[in-house]
Nanobody, 120 residues
């Protein structure tokens, strides 16, 4: 599975961005998907995850109520809608995929990152 993330950019605090991740190579319908982020000097952490069927979602406490993960299996896409962005959301965001139904996911495949910068 190859994953390609896009949609990052520079936004003011309080603004919104929508990240997209396109998959190729295999259909994503049997994969759990997620978004992780890594800020400078910090470890990579999970932001949001969605099960292969879309029935389960998991969010980091820091983004609950502001971020929404979704998927479109027909298009082989996963999205992260980010609202009410804060400067502390600044990071490189990565999409990832795990084959199978284990929960929470332990990812097998990673895309390249997309930079999100939130100015105060």
């Amino acid at each position: 599975v190859q994953l390609q993330a896009s949609g990052g950019g520079l936004v003011q605090a309080g603004g919104s961005l929508r990240l997209s991740c396109a998959a190729s190579g295999r259909t994503l319908s049997n994969y759990a998907l997620g978004w992780l982020r890594q800020a400078p000097g910090k470890e990579r952490k999970s932001v949001a995850a969605i099960s292969w069927g879309g029935t389960r979602r998991q969010y980091a406490d820091s983004v609950k109520g502001r971020f929404t993960i979704s998927r479109d299996n027909a298009k082989n896409m996963v999205y992260l809608q980010m609202n009410s962005l804060k400067p502390e959301d600044t990071a490189v965001y990565y999409c990832a995929a795990q084959e199978g139904s284990a929960w929470p996911p332990i990812y097998d495949y990673w895309g390249q990152g997309t930079q999100v910068t939130v100015s105060s």
